[in-house]
């Protein structure tokens, strides 16, 4: 059974910076075209972040974390990164690593990990 394990998240200032990691524990089926990140502010929905195509597409990004943040995964394809730097405020959010079957794989995601929090502040 497929596990998505995300770490690396905390508390960190504004213009700080943070690597987040998502582990691909278990099968990844083929049918899933992309992988990436969403966010969830508190009390609020959440929100895609980046994701990156299983497939040997590209990345993207929502326009308020371009120039900021980068998706990125290991060689072995089994662990998935976003680098967050030039931190703001506005980013502290429950980051949760998830796969997309068809669809914008920032709109939409089949299947979420638990999340980990970043929570940026003085």
């Known amino acids: 059974q497929l596990r998505l394990v995300e770490s690396g998240g905390g508390k960190v200032q504004p213009g700080g910076s943070l690597k987040l990691s998502c582990a691909v524990l278990?099968?990844?089926?083929?049918?899933?075209?992309?992988i990436g990140w969403f966010r969830q502010p508190p009390g609020k929905e959440a929100e895609g972040v980046a994701c990156l195509s299983l497939r040997g597409g590209g990345a993207n990004y929502v326009n308020p974390v371009k120039g900021r943040f980068t998706i990125s995964r290991d060689q072995s394809k089994r662990t998935v990164f976003l680098q967050m730097s030039g931190l703001k405020p506005e980013d502290t959010a429950n980051y949760f690593c998830a796969t997309t079957i068809m669809g914008n794989c920032l709109d939409i995601y089949d299947y979420r990990g638990q999340g980990t929090q970043v929570t940026v502040s003085e």
């Open positions: 278990g099968p990844l089926s083929r049918d899933y075209a992309d």
